[in-house]
Every structure is written in C-alpha cells, then in structure tokens.
Nanobody, 121 residues
Framework: QVQLVESGGGLVQAGRSLKLSCAAV????????MGWYRQAPGNQRESVAT???????NYADSVKGRFTISRDNAKNTVYLQMNSLKPEDTAVYYC???????????????WGQGTRVTVSS
C-alpha cells in the first residue's frame, strides 16, 4: 500500500516563505513524475510544479521565479519551496506521484491528503 504523506503547510504573512514536503511510503519499485497541485475555494485543482525522474521541471506561470520544486530520490520525497508568497497562493496543496510498486506492474497515480496554505495580506 503506497501513501503520500505531506507536511509543511500553515498560515503565513504575504512575502514570507514556506516549504512543503511529500514523502512516498510503502511498497515502491520506482517513482516517475512527481508534482504539486493546488485547489483554492471555488476553483478547480491546478498544476503548480512538476518534476520528472530525470529532473525535468515545469512551473505554472503564476509561480515562476517564486517557487522551486525539488526531489530526493533516495528518500522518495518531493519538496516545494515557496518564497514571496501572495494571498492568491492560498489553497490546499496536493502532492501527486506516478509510482510503480513492482517490476511487473503498471504505474499508478497517487495523491496526498492535502496540506492547507493560507497567506494573509
């Protein structure tokens, strides 16, 4: 059973920083792409940043230059460093990972439980 365990959300003033972490735990053979998504009240879930197993990275235009995604493959963990936070960054942030559990199974998509980030003005 694979789970994604997120941490690092909270309440912060505009202009400050937060770092989110997401660790994949359980039976894991390999992890392909990992990423962070967010959903604000009344909005659809949107992609924030993604990183492949090879290190290719994509950011949403709204966070470019402020957020940095990284991963530690030895720890099966992905991070999101969020700097210069704005009130519009307020949302529940979800981790997503494409994980293969054994050498003979197909990859499956897993989601974390979500961690709330609130940025006050």
């Amino acid at each position: 059973q694979v789970q994604l365990v997120e941490s690092g959300g909270g309440l912060v003033q505009a202009g400050r920083s937060l770092k989110l972490s997401c660790a994949a735990v359980g039976k894991i053979f390999s992890i392909n792409a990992m990423g962070w998504y967010r959903q604000a009240p009344g909005n659809q879930r949107e992609s924030v940043a993604t990183i492949t197993s090879g290190g290719a990275i994509n950011y949403a235009d709204s966070v470019k230059g402020r957020f940095t995604i990284s991963r530690d493959n030895a720890k099966n963990t992905v991070y999101l460093q969020m700097n210069s936070l704005k009130p519009e960054d307020t949302a529940v942030y979800y981790c997503k990972a494409d994980i293969t559990e054994t050498s003979t199974t197909w990859a499956s998509i897993y989601w974390g439980q979500g961690t709330r980030v609130t940025v006050s003005s």
